[in-house]
């Protein structure tokens, strides 16, 4: 079968990290009889470069009408690039913010996941970590603060900024069934995360959820405070199966919950919007300082292409051969630098790929 997947390398390690993917992708092709087609479009500081906008229009419409978008990473050094010296609607991250947007990707999935041959890489003591855990982060990611009214003015002499918290019914009940459903695959646990003893927004959060919840009762719900979840999430994290939340809230724990795995470079990321359509992308940056230098992870964007196919395109079994591909060539002792420790056998951004698509 043939699928179309819009391609954005995007910025720094962006370009490298992308290609590695497409070359698991390809074998993926190869060995199950799938036809991936890919169609590079710019975003970030190369479409800045070429365009003088961080998207455009164009390319927004050719990922319509693909059946999924792969993603690298964008922007630069912020104390350095030119791009941060235009105004924040044409800066790189803008490109991201519109694009989010226009694709109606409104859930975003970033799952958690420590790997035994990882663990010493974990900053959280073996005794809070034996075993393991495994957590799906759900963030709401076209509402919230983020998408807000905002302003700055000088009042009564003195400056003032504002930004607007919103959120209604209707954005919630949304992720929330997704959140649901994803924990229906997993172990039928949801914590949904809030500021309720502060927030009306919050509030209007947890009883959209409450309605929701009664629609899966074989799903367990709980609620925790924002700030009792960051020090959960470095406490005990093997408690958590789905967190579910909201923008910017997911945008803080989802990092967090990415540093106690020991890698960030190890995480995938999905943002979905109704249906099948989804963006893939790692849970990193666009790492310039590396950039080229062949030290790049490859895994948390092939990783972010295995949740390609299993939410965009239902190839379960496929999905699953590229996990199973990565624990294997871990179990082997090959690591990038990031992940590189003594006794182990480093390897380049290139040669990783190549041995994940050598094992698919």
């Given amino acids: 079968m043939a699928y179309q997947i819009t391609v954005i390398k995007g910025d720094g390690i962006g370009p490298e990290i992308v290609d590695e993917t497409i070359k698991v992708l390809d074998a993926v092709g190869e060995k199950y009889g799938h036809q991936f087609n890919y169609e590079r479009v710019l975003m970030g500081g190369e479409s800045i470069d070429a365009y003088g906008v961080p998207i455009t229009d164009e390319a927004i419409a050719i990922a319509k009408k693909s059946d999924a978008v792969l993603l690298g990473a964008i922007g630069g050094d912020t104390t350095t690039s030119p791009w941060y010296q235009l105004s924040p609607n044409l800066r790189p991250e803008a490109g991201l913010l519109k694009i989010r947007k226009e694709l109606g ?12 041959e990882l663990k010493g890489a974990c900053p959280l003591k073996e005794e809070i970590t034996k075993g393991g855990f495994d957590m799906m982060i759900m963030r709401e990611l076209t509402g919230g603060i983020y998408f807000g009214d905002r302003k700055t003015e000088e009042v009564n002499g003195v400056m003032k900024a504002t930004d607007i918290l919103t959120y209604d019914e209707n954005e919630i009940r949304r992720i929330a069934k997704w959140g649901f459903d994803i924990a229906m695959k997993r172990r039928k646990s949801v914590i949904s995360v809030d500021k309720a003893n502060v927030l009306d927004s919050s509030r209007l959060w947890r009883k959209v959820v409450e309605e929701v919840a009664k629609d899966y009762p074989e799903v367990k719900l709980e609620h925790m405070l924002v700030d009792n979840c960051a020090m959960q999430l470095v406490r005990d994290p093997k408690q958590f199966d789905v967190i579910l939340t909201e923008n910017m809230f997911g945008d803080i724990l989802s990092d967090e919950a990415s540093m106690v795995t020991g890698s960030i470079g190890m995480l995938s990321s999905a943002s979905l919007a109704e249906g099948k359509f989804g963006l893939y992308e790692p849970s990193h940056g666009s790492a310039p300082d590396i950039a080229g230098t062949g030290k790049a992870n490859p895994i948390a964007t092939i990783l972010s ?10 190839l379960d079994e496929e999905a699953a051969k590229i996990e199973a591909a990565v624990g294997q060539v871990l179990k082997e002792g090959y690591r990038t630098s990031d992940i590189y420790e003594e006794g182990t056998k480093k390897v380049t951004t290139s040669e990783m790929g190549s041995l994940i698509a050598q094992r698919v």
């Fill in 105 to 116: 990707l409104f859930a975003n999935l970033r799952p958690a996941y420590l790997y035994e």
């Fill in 305 to 314: 292409a295995a949740m390609m196919l299993r939410y965009s395109f239902d």
